[in-house]
Structure formats: structure tokens, C-alpha cells
């Protein structure tokens, strides 16, 4: 074995092994520096992987040399790529973008503590996205959770508090309600590995405990996700968290959820239950679609920029279980691939959210007034982002709606009432896009002062290189729409 | 007796749902993590009482000891495991409700919501 075949393990040993040390540092500058480097290392390793899922394929990983069922087993594939690929993107631009904004959120003292818990996030996410088995699974998913929660209640804002509690109870009930489900299922079939739980369960097709364990764990998921209504955690977390930890978490903590919902729904119980996608369609379809059209709706009254693109991502979450709630080959496609580019939408317009607050100090849009005369640069990525968020052709977010539209078009009878659906939320996206940005470039600004004040250089190159790649993947998107294909494939198996 | 033979499951069912109640209709903070503790305890209840073998012991080889019937021992690691994360998720609860009665003096839920309103 060489070093390229521990890949898998090494996604998840390198920022869980990283936090410990992190945190010994007793620097704030040198706990981000070190932070950082082994976000980014990260990220490398997850270009890597990508490189191997799409070339020769990664082999399946056993932890200790215990093979598969019986020993923990690490699977890359191509839905895992990518989520890899938006794990560590998201957590090293928010890391590298935050510095400044993170140097004033967090005391110097505890900063180190901050990093460590970043990593542990980091770790966390990237563990989920590499289990081959639902127990890891949830492992990872409360180790991501935890610091996560830690993250967001180091914002300034006592809100954040508040905010951050509601989210561990209801993200802990989420994750015990998947904890109960994966009981169900192995009382059932006696395994935990995804692949050797799809050939057992085979046997007890149609048994009412596998039915209540996909019920448990498609609501806790859910719950974990954000999908509308199970979203009231997630537009004050997001709001109240400092400016950088809102860049990761709304980048890639909820697709993650959705990521296991994929895998357990599709990987699993497709094949095995009679009806089950139907049913699953049933009781995602109309919440996505409430979600799309209702947090779109909420949104346009929002007074706080980070509250406003906060509803805006439980719109999105919406588009994306939507798409995969369809339970077609297209619908699978378009999930995974709008889960790619909101992660990139959102995050540059997160970041440039950091950047204004960093010069004003305040995410009230009235208090932005007439920002986008004093920070050009910053706004212009901003709009960028926010075409590729409403679905602009030449941006990102064109081909996933693309990709939406003819899935939803696909479904018999309803086809029409869906893509209205989107267009008017897609629609309403530009009503609340618009408000801010006419209030960014025609307002006057609330003291009068009209001079320029841009951040600093190098956070204006990162804000303008993550704008681009928005229009990068619009007009090139080979890479995720061969990861996704790739991920469909093994998702639905040999059904289609 | 078949409502007797699966009295700890009755007793898991029970559980979660007051501890999902109370997580609802408690106003106190430390009583909702109280309330989470039992939900997640139900839950390991849950994960034990199906790992039990009738007549099993610990599996453990014992030599000279033909035909033993262990108990699984797998859902006992896991749920190990479990209670690992369910103390770290309440002790991260508690130190928020310590910040949070520190920064406002409270540790009801309303009063920390109508506090929020008016900033």
C-alpha cells in the first residue's frame, strides 16, 4: 500500500490530528495560520481523491486491515468527491477570508481553542462524507455537529447564544431520531455497512421496522438539513455566527445532511422497498416546494443581509430536496449538482458579507446604504455571486437550475406547476438580491460619507477569485457534472 | 405476555416520547437538556434491550465451556459510543445555558425570546 491508497483515511486523520496541536499553539495568528494550512492541505488531498474517483476509481478503505462488513470501511465515490471538494473548499476560504473579521470576533486567548474546534468541524464533515457505514455516520455527524455548535456561539452578538441552542436541540433530537432508524435497521438485517445493508435488506423487504427506520431517518435527516419547516435553527444561526463560520457552515453543514439522506435513501432503500421512492416523493416534494416558495417570500423582508441570504439557503436546501425527491436519474443529477453550486453562490456572497461587515461593522442593510460606490470591487463579486444564486445563464447556478427544470419537467402531469414553481421563486431571488443591491449602489450612506474604503487587497483577490469560479463552473462545468454523474450511478446502482 | 416479553421496549417508547414532550413544553433551559438527556437515554435502552440474547452472558471464550450464548456485543459498543457523544452534547449544552444566564440573567426560554425581540 502506498500513500495514495490511505487517501480516504488520511481526508479525516489530518484535520482531527491538526486540532489538538492547534490548540496547544498559544498564538492567535499562528493557530490560523496552522488552521489554514491544513484546511488547504485538506482541500489538496480532496483534489486528489476527486482526480482518483474519476480516473482509476479510490478502493474501498478498511480501517486496521479489518475488511468490510465486519471492519469500519472508508468508500470515496463520486458523490463523496464532491462533497469533499465543498467540505475543505468551504472551511479554507472561510479560514482564509476571515482572518481579519475573525481577529475581531474572537479574544487572542481563545483563539486557538476557536481554530482547534474549526478543524474538529472540518474533520467531522469530511468523516461523513468518506463512512462506508450509518454508525460512523453518525459519529461524525455529532463530532461535526458539536463544534459547530461551539463556532457559532463564539459570535459577538449574545443572539448567537440563543441561537445556537435552539440548533443543538433540535439538531441532537435529528441526530438521535438517525441513531433510532439505524437501530431499526440493524436489529433487522444485523449490519451497519451501507453496501452490505443494501444486499440484507433484501430479506426483510416490507417489515414495519424497516419501514419506521426509514421514517425515523428520512425526519431526522430532515431535521439536520433544514428542509422547510424543519428550518427554524437555521436563518438565526446563520445570522449571529461570525461572519467566516457563516461562510463554512452555510457552504456545506446542511448538503451534508442531505448528502446521508441521498445515501440512505437512494443507496438503501431504493432498491429494496417497494413504493419507498414514491412514498419519499410524497413527503419531500411538498415541503421542498413550500420551502422554495415560502423562505423565498420571507426573505424579501428581511432587514439584515446575513438573515436575508439565510432564507434564501433554506429556499435553496428546498430546490435541492426538491430535485431529489423526484427519484428520476435527472432529479439525482440536478441535487448534486445545485448542491455544488450554491455551496459556491453562497459562500462568495458570505464572504463578501464578511468584507462589508469588516469596514462597517454592521449587517443591517439600511446601514449598508450606498456600500457598493464605497467598495466596488467587494460588491462587484457580490453581484456576480448573486446572478449565479438566481440562476443567470453563464453563472454556475444556470446549470443546476438547468439541470432542475428539465428533471421537474420529466414528472408526469406536473411538470408545468413545478417549473412555475421555480421561476417564481427564482423571481422572488431577484426581488431580494435587488433590494440590497439597489440599496448598495443608489442609497446614501447613513453618515453621508461617500469614500472609498475597500479590504485589503489579498481578501478582494480571494472575494474575486471565488466570484469567478461562480462564472468558471458556468461556462465549464465538466468537473461536477462528471462527479455527479458518476455519484447517480452508484446511488441508483445497476437499477437504471 | 407477548405486551410483557417486550416490556423494555415499551419503556424506550415511553421514554422518548417524554423526553421529546418535555423538550417542548419545557420553558427552562436546563430542563430541556434534562429532557434531551432522556430522550438519548431511551435510545441507548433501545440499542441494549436488542442486543440481549435470552440465557447470554458477556462474550467472553471461557475454556471448557461448550455451546455459550453470548449476548451481542456490538450494540453495547456502539452504544458505548453513543453515551460518549450524549455527555459531550450535554455538557456543551450546560456550558451554553451558563453563557446564556451570564449575558442575560435567565434561563427561560421565553424571557431570553422576548429580551431578543427588543434588541
Not at chain 1, 186 to 192: E, K, N, Q, S
Not at chain 1, 460 to 485: D, H, K, T, V
Amino acid at each position: 500500500m502506498n500513500l495514495a491508497d490511505h487517501l480516504p483515511a488520511l481526508q479525516v486523520a489530518l484535520p482531527l490530528l491538526t486540532a489538538p496541536l492547534v490548540i496547544l499553539l498559544r498564538n492567535g495568528f499562528l493557530a490560523w495560520l496552522a488552521a489554514l494550512v491544513a484546511s488547504g492541505i485538506s482541500f489538496g488531498l480532496a483534489i486528489l481523491l476527486t482526480q482518483a474517483v474519476l480516473g482509476p476509481g479510490v478502493p474501498e478503505y478498511a480501517v486496521g486491515g479489518w475488511q468490510p462488513p465486519f471492519g469500519i470501511s472508508l468508500n470515496v465515490d463520486g458523490l463523496s468527491a464532491l462533497m469533499l471538494l465543498l467540505v475543505t473548499g468551504a472551511s479554507t476560504l472561510g479560514l482564509a477570508g476571515g482572518r481579519l473579521s475573525l481577529r475581531r470576533d474572537i479574544d487572542n486567548r481563545r483563539a486557538p481553542m476557536f481554530y482547534g474546534a474549526w478543524l474538529i468541524a472540518l474533520a467531522g464533515l469530511c468523516g461523513i462524507a468518506v463512512a462506508g457505514d450509518a454508525f460512523n455516520v453518525f459519529v461524525f455527524m455529532e463530532i461535526s455537529s458539536l463544534a459547530t455548535y461551539i463556532l457559532i456561539a463564539a459570535g459577538r452578538d449574545r443572539r448567537a447564544l440563543s441561537a445556537v441552542f435552539k440548533y443543538l436541540i433540535i439538531g441532537t433530537i435529528g441526530a438521535t431520531f438517525y441513531l433510532i432508524g439505524v437501530g431499526f435497521i440493524y436489529m433487522m438485517t444485523g449490519t451497519l455497512n451501507f453496501a452490505d445493508m443494501a444486499l440484507r435488506l433484501g430479506d426483510v423487504i416490507e417489515t414495519r421496522p424497516i419501514i419506521i427506520a426509514a421514517g425515523f431517518i428520512t425526519i431526522g435527516l430532515a431535521l439536520k438539513a433544514a428542509v422547510f419547516p424543519l428550518h427554524i435553527w437555521l436563518p438565526r444561526a446563520y445570522t449571529y455566527a461570525p461572519n467566516a463560520v457563516t461562510v463554512f457552515i452555510a457552504a456545506c453543514s446542511t448538503k451534508v445532511a442531505i448528502y446521508v439522506l441521498l445515501r440512505f435513501n437512494y443507496g438503501v432503500f431504493h432498491g429494496n422497498l417497494l413504493g419507498h421512492s414514491d412514498l419519499f416523493s410524497v413527503f419531500i416534494v411538498p415541503l421542498a416546494l413550500s420551502g422554495i416558495l415560502l423562505a423565498s417570500a420571507i426573505a424579501i423582508y428581511q432587514g439584515n443581509i446575513k438573515k436575508l441570504l439565510a432564507f434564501s439557503s433554506v429556499a435553496q436546501i428546498g430546490y435541492i430536496a426538491l430535485a431529489a425527491g423526484l427519484a428520476t436519474q435527472a432529479g439525482l443529477m440536478a441535487a448534486q449538482l445545485h448542491m455544488f453550486n450554491h455551496a459556491l453562490a453562497k459562500g462568495t456572497l458570505f464572504l463578501c458579507v464578511v468584507a462589508f461587515v469588516l469596514t462597517t461593522r454592521s449587517a443591517n442593510i439600511a446601514k449598508l446604504a450606498g456600500i457598493g460606490r464605497r467598495m466596488p470591487w467587494t460588491m462587484g463579486a457580490f453581484v456576480i455571486a448573486g446572478l449565479s444564486l438566481i440562476g443567470v445563464p453563464g453563472t454556475a447556478g444556470f446549470i443546476s437550475k438547468w439541470y432542475l427544470v428539465v428533471a421537474v419537467m420529466g414528472v408526469p402531469g406536473w411538470g408545468i406547476p413545478l417549473v412555475m414553481a421555480i421561476v417564481i421563486s427564482s423571481l422572488m431571488a431577484v426581488v431580494y438580491l435587488w433590494k440590497f443591491v439597489e440599496t448598495a449602489y443608489y442609497g446614501t450612506p447613513p453618515d453621508g460619507d461617500v469614500s472609498a474604503m475597500e479590504v485589503p487587497l489579498p481578501l478582494r483577490l480571494l472575494i474575486w477569485s471565488a466570484a469567478l469560479a461562480n462564472i468558471y463552473f458556468g461556462l465549464s462545468p465538466g468537473l461536477p457534472i462528471a462527479l455527479a454523474e458518476s455519484g447517480t450511478g452508484t446511488l441508483l446502482g445497476g437499477l437504471l | 405476555m407477548k405486551l410483557l416479553g417486550l416490556f423494555n421496549y415499551w419503556v424506550f417508547a415511553v421514554l422518548l416520547m417524554i423526553g421529546l414532550y418535555a423538550l417542548i413544553s419545557k420553558k427552562n433551559l436546563v430542563k430541556k437538556i434534562m429532557a434531551l438527556a432522556i430522550f438519548q437515554s431511551a435510545v441507548f435502552l433501545f440499542f441494549i434491550t436488542m442486543s440481549r440474547v435470552d440465557g447470554g452472558t458477556a462474550p467472553i471464550i471461557q475454556a471448557g465451556v461448550p455451546d455459550q450464548i453470548f449476548s451481542n456485543p456490538l450494540p453495547q459498543v456502539l452504544i458505548l459510543t453513543a453515551i460518549v457523544v450524549g455527555i459531550s452534547t450535554t455538557a456543551l449544552g450546560l456550558a451554553i445555558v451558563v453563557r446564556l444566564y451570564e449575558e442575560y440573567g435567565t434561563v427561560e426560554d421565553d424571557e431570553i425570546l422576548a429580551m431578543d425581540r427588543e434588541s
